[in-house]
C-alpha cells in the first residue's frame, strides 16, 4: 500500500502537478489517515483529523447542558419539606428551688431579674386590683401581712418562675393564677404560704 501511494506521489510531482498533490494531501487528512510526504514542494504531517475535534467540543457543551438543576426535582422536594411537622422541645420542671423575697429585693440582685423589671407595675402584671400602687421592686419589699405579704411572695413567686437558674415549682402562668385567685376569694394567706414554701426551698443564684 505504501509503495502504491509512494510511486502515485512521484508520478504527480514528474508530471508537475503542484496542485494536485496538494488535493491530494487534504483528501488524505480528511480520509482518516495519516501519513508523512516529503516533496520538493512542500512537507505535510497529519496526525488528527479536523472533524475528531469538533465532535468532541460538541460533546463537552453537550455534557455542561446536562449538569442544570431540574425545577421539577426542586419543586417536589421542596414540597415533600413543608410536610415536616415542627418539633417542640419542652424543659419539664421539678421543683425544690426558690429564692426568697429578700434576694430578689436587693439592688444588686437585679442582674438576676428576667421577662419582668424592677419598674414595672404591679397590678398590670399580675392583673388585679390592689389597695396600693407599686412596681414589682416596690411590691417585693413590703412589710405587714395579709395582701402586703401576698405581694412579696407574688413577685418572688413570679421571678423564680421565669429564671433558667431555678427549677421552681409552678410556672409563671400558675403563680399568676395563685394570685388572681387570692384577689378574687379574699384569701390572701392561703395563697401567700402556697408561694413562700417553694419560694424557700433554696436559692440557687449568687
Known amino acids: 500500500m505504501l509503495t502504491i501511494v509512494g510511486l502515485l506521489v512521484l508520478g504527480l510531482a514528474s508530471t508537475g502537478g503542484a496542485r494536485t ?67 417542640t422541645t419542652t424543659t419539664e420542671r421539678h421543683g425544690g428551688e426558690g429564692c426568697t423575697p429578700g434576694y430578689w429585693r436587693q439592688a444588686h440582685h437585679y442582674d438576676s431579674w428576667v421577662v419582668y423589671m424592677p419598674g414595672h407595675d404591679y397590678e398590670a402584671v399580675f392583673g388585679v386590683d390592689a389597695v396600693f400602687t ?39 402562668a400558675e403563680v399568676i393564677d395563685i394570685v388572681q385567685d387570692a384577689y378574687a ?8 404560704d402556697k408561694l413562700a414554701d417553694e419560694n424557700e426551698e433554696g436559692c440557687t443564684l449568687n
Not at 32 to 41: A, I, K, L, M, P
Not at 139 to 167: C, F, I, M, P, Q
Open 21 to 87: 498533490i496538494s488535493s491530494f494531501t487534504r483528501w488524505m487528512a480528511y480520509s482518516g489517515s495519516w501519513y508523512t510526504t516529503t516533496t520538493g514542494y512542500h512537507s505535510t504531517t497529519t496526525t488528527t483529523k479536523p472533524s475528531t475535534t469538533t465532535s468532541y467540543r460538541s460533546a463537552t457543551s453537550s455534557t455542561y447542558g446536562t449538569t442544570t438543576t431540574k425545577p421539577s426535582t426542586t419543586t417536589t422536594t421542596h414540597g415533600t419539606t413543608t410536610t415536616t411537622k415542627a418539633t
Open 185 to 192: 376569694s379574699g384569701d390572701f394567706e392561703d395563697a401567700k
Open 134 to 172: 407599686a412596681t414589682l421592686g416596690q411590691a417585693v419589699k413590703l412589710g405587714g401581712g395579709g395582701e402586703y405579704a401576698l405581694a412579696r411572695h407574688a413577685v418572688a413567686g413570679l421571678l423564680n418562675s421565669t429564671s433558667a437558674g431555678v427549677d421552681y415549682e409552678y410556672t409563671t
